[in-house]
């Protein structure tokens, strides 16, 4: 190390120096790795629509963002598969839900990020909790009930001990279910 | 919830329930350290709360009017932990002109906060979870008085030790972790605040 | 040379001695394979900081020289950041927000201070590898303990028993924290014994 007291050119420059090495390292780095991290995103996207619609052969994009279609054999529209995403407890959730064309019933959901807590917030990704969006009613904005049975098709029950997980997942959905009907002018509820 | 209920959800998100140290794990290095004594405690986590406060308002908006607008983001980490380390020093000059003895008392603990994972871990997350300028701010406040409780209290607990049997293999850094494992399932109980 | 290499192993292990590099140790740590994944990026940041350090510490100031080595391990843990998300998705997903936290891990920035900057870079390299491993070492340990009775698998294979009752408390930050706590006490009590022995021959 140069003890002696450096000049503040050299201080300078090496600082420069360091700046542009590091920038230029970095922005290639950026390049490599872009183009493959959008392909996983991708990736992680199209294996949650599959999961919702099976019989899905095609995945196409529509004019809005976040919105595709799912089309299976023959050109059959299967139903439209909506990313939306919401602050969780512990951090942002990102899901994926399928809904048919009028946008009357959801057909499934798909946790795609989350990081509430394991074994209670989590289980918003759990068989049980999603398995109560499959046909869903959302001719009313979604409702969720706490130590009780849904009564209306379009409630779901809260995962125990998990009440803000269970609460933001369906203030997500219902705000971003609202903006896509009025995106794809559809009529509202 | 308007806008005053949730910056005061943040912040006792922050602080209580998903208390930094406790919850996340971020500035244990510091929290493992220093917390033998109640009054360094108080001292760096009133400093820590400082910086984490104005770090949290400075990265924000470098973020939001200058990486992300020039498509810079891959610079974040690089450009964040620079700012914080300016952060620090500027405030290590601050303290030293307004109170020599606090500057003595904190000694070599100041330059420290810069590598205190609470810091920067709180602007990435302030990034990843989308706060908004105030929101931002609050949740730097908070994470920054969290990290302090937790501190006092260990420091509180590490006092009365000093007094205890503690086999050797456990001594230092051993009991420490043990009482924080503690002192986080405790922590966790707090999550029923805010339910319902 | 070796010495350089072995120490970071044992005798000055990062985790269990030094007590250094906690945030990402606890946090990841729920699986094994979590703990291996964030071992070898902290590795791969150790050695390649390391190296670059020690290569130009003769030019660079002593005044600016922290921000300088500051800035050469943010770039190397952002690369290294940007690595993951692109070949290994899931794994990066589950580490989140704790790989750029390498930035701050006090390990880094503690062995450039303390060793890189003063020694030439075939042994930087060498004493960053050795702390690598050892860190690596650690935190395998804790993530199996903790996959292991936290899920009943350890690197996703079951090891316990079909009726076994996960403890979730494992998963969580408490059983963290105790875990590494009561780990840190038999990495004491097994080095006692090991210094017993060495004296008594």
């Known amino acids: 190390m140069t003890d002696k007291k450096s000049s503040v050119v050299k201080i300078i420059l090496s600082l420069t120096l360091v700046g542009m090495v590091s920038g230029s390292l970095l922005v290639s780095v950026y390049n490599y790795a872009m183009p493959k991290i959008k392909t996983n995103v991708r990736a992680g996207t199209e294996k949650a629509i599959k999961n919702i619609f099976p019989e899905t052969e095609e995945i196409k994009n529509t004019k809005e963002e976040g919105v595709f279609r799912a089309v299976g054999e023959n050109g059959k529209f299967l139903g439209y598969a909506i990313l939306a995403e919401g602050n969780g407890y512990q951090g942002i959730i990102k899901l994926i839900v399928g809904v048919n064309e009028d946008m009357s019933e959801m057909t499934g959901m798909e946790v795609l990020e989350s990081q509430e807590t394991p074994g209670l917030g989590a289980e918003i990704a759990g068989e049980a909790f999603r398995k109560q969006f499959e046909g869903l009613s959302l001719k009313h904005a979604m409702e969720y009930l706490k130590n009780q049975k849904p009564q209306e098709p379009y409630q779901i029950e809260a995962i125990t001990g998990a009440t803000i997980s269970s609460r933001a997942v369906v203030n997500l959905l219902n705000e971003r279910l609202d903006s896509v009907r009025e995106k794809l002018k559809l009529k509202k509820i | 919830m308007n806008t005053f209920e949730e910056l005061i959800l943040i912040f006792i998100a922050a602080s209580i329930t998903n208390n930094f140290v406790l919850t996340y794990f971020l500035g244990i290095c510091p929290f493992i350290g220093v917390s033998n004594s109640i009054d360094s405690s108080i001292g760096l986590g009133a400093a820590t709360t400082f910086v984490m406060t104005i770090a949290a308002t400075v990265t924000w908006i470098i973020y939001h009017y200058l990486l992300a607008p020039y498509n810079l983001v891959f610079l974040q980490y690089v450009v964040f932990i620079i700012v914080i380390a300016s952060l620090v020093q500027f405030v290590e000059m601050v303290i030293r002109k307004i109170s020599p003895p606090l500057y003595r008392a904190l000694g070599i603990y100041l330059p420290l906060i810069t590598t205190n994972c609470a810091i920067l871990g709180l602007t990435l997350f302030m990034v990843l979870r989308n706060y908004t300028f105030l929101e931002s701010v609050v949740f730097g406040l908070g994470a920054g008085v969290g990290f302090t409780l937790a501190l006092v209290i260990m420091a509180g607990i590490r006092e009365e030790l000093a007094f205890c049997d503690i086999p050797e293999p456990l001594k230092g850094s051993g009991i420490t972790l043990i009482i924080a494992g503690m002192l986080a399932l405790a922590f966790m109980g707090f999550g029923g605040i805010i339910s319902g | ?201």
Not at chain 3, 98 to 105: A, C, G, T
Not at chain 3, 130 to 146: C, D, E, K, P, Y
Not at chain 3, 151 to 166: E, I, K, L, N, P
């Open chain 3, 1 to 201: 040379m070796i010495k350089d290499f072995v120490k970071g192993l044992w005798r000055e292990n990062p985790v269990f001695v030094q007590v250094l590099g906690m945030c990402p140790t606890l946090a990841v740590t729920t699986k094994a394979l979590f703990g291996l994944s964030m071992g070898m990026a902290t590795l791969f940041v150790l050695v390649s900081s390391g190296m670059v350090i020690s290569a130009i510490r003769r030019f660079v100031p002593r005044q600016v020289r922290i921000p300088i080595f500051t800035v050469i391990i943010a770039t190397f843990v952002t690369a290294a950041d940007y690595f993951l998300k692109a070949n290994f998705y899931e794994i990066s997903k589950a580490l989140g927000p704790y790989v750029p936290l390498i930035v701050v891990n006090c390990i880094i920035l503690g062995r450039a201070e303390a060793f890189a900057s003063k020694h030439g870079v075939a042994r930087s390299f060498l004493d960053a590898a050795g702390m690598g491993i050892g860190f690596t070492l650690a935190l395998i340990v804790l993530g199996s303990v903790r996959e292991l009775l936290g899920s009943g698998t350890v690197f996703g294979y079951r090891v316990m028993w079909a009726g076994f009752t996960d403890w979730i408390i494992m998963v969580l930050p408490a059983g963290a924290f105790i875990t590494l706590g009561l780990l840190v006490g038999v990495f004491n009590m097994m080095d006692k014994r090991f210094m017993k022995r060495a004296e008594e021959k």
